[in-house]
């Protein structure tokens, strides 16, 4: 999730808004701080999007620009593999 203006709620809203059927939600993001997109948008669902909020299993802190669209699947299966692991 990048986003030139990460205070936008708007663009959160609208996130949500595409996710609000998944059962299980993984969020892919990277940065620190403010620039971690995945992480604010957690925190934005925690005050507006309760349902959704409780859905999101995890988060993956990944250098996104460097990798390809089937390298990030790849990543998300992983940590999903695992996760049926645990719980």
Excluded at 9 to 28: G, N, S
Excluded at 34 to 60: C, L, Y
Aim: hydrophobic share 35%; proline share 6%.
């Amino acid at each position: 999730m990048h986003h030139p203006d990460p205070d936008d709620p708007k663009y959160f809203d609208d996130v949500a808004a595409e996710i609000c059927d998944a059962d299980r939600i993984l969020l892919v993001g990277h940065g620190e701080g403010r620039s971690n997109m995945a992480e604010g948008f957690i925190e934005h669902a925690r005050h507006k999007h309760h349902d959704i909020a409780k859905r999101v299993i995890g988060t993956i802190n990944a250098n996104i620009p460097a990798l390809t669209e089937p390298q990030i699947v790849e990543l998300a299966h992983s940590w999903y593999a695992r996760y049926c692991r645990t719980v």
